[in-house]
Nanobody, 115 residues
Framework: QVQFVESGGGLVQPGGSLTLSCTTS????????WGWYRQAPGKQRELVAT???????DYHDSVKGRFTVSRDNAKETVYLQMDSLKPEDTAVYYC?????????WGQGTLVTVSS
């Protein structure tokens, strides 16, 4: 059974930065492209960043140039560096398979961008 543990969220002012981490277990980490998803209040969950098996990345237009996703295969961990944060980035952030999420989800980590 795959498990995800997200961490690193918090309250940050507009323009600030945060780094999220997601540690996975129960799967062969190197086989998968991993993604960061977010769900804002009253909205559907959306995929915002993907890191593929080879390390190449892709981003939702709303975060391009501000977010950077990376992976550490040895630690089975996915990271999301978030810079120039905006109030509209406020959401619970989750990691999961990028090309089709697993049924299981972690608890997520809350990011609040507010002055």
């Amino acid at each position: 059974q795959v498990q995800f543990v997200e961490s690193g969220g918090g309250l940050v002012q507009p323009g600030g930065s945060l780094t999220l981490s997601c540690t996975t277990s129960g799967t062969i980490f190197t086989f998968y492209a991993w993604g960061w998803y977010r769900q804002a209040p009253g909205k559907q969950r959306e995929l915002v960043a993907t890191v593929f098996v080879a390390g190449n990345t892709d981003y939702h237009d709303s975060v391009k140039g501000r977010f950077t996703v990376s992976r550490d295969n040895a630690k089975e961990t996915v990271y999301l560096q978030m810079d120039s944060l905006k109030p509209e980035d406020t959401a619970v952030y989750y990691c999961n398979g990028a090309l089709g999420p697993f049924e299981e989800w972690g608890q997520g980590t809350l990011v609040t961008v507010s002055s």
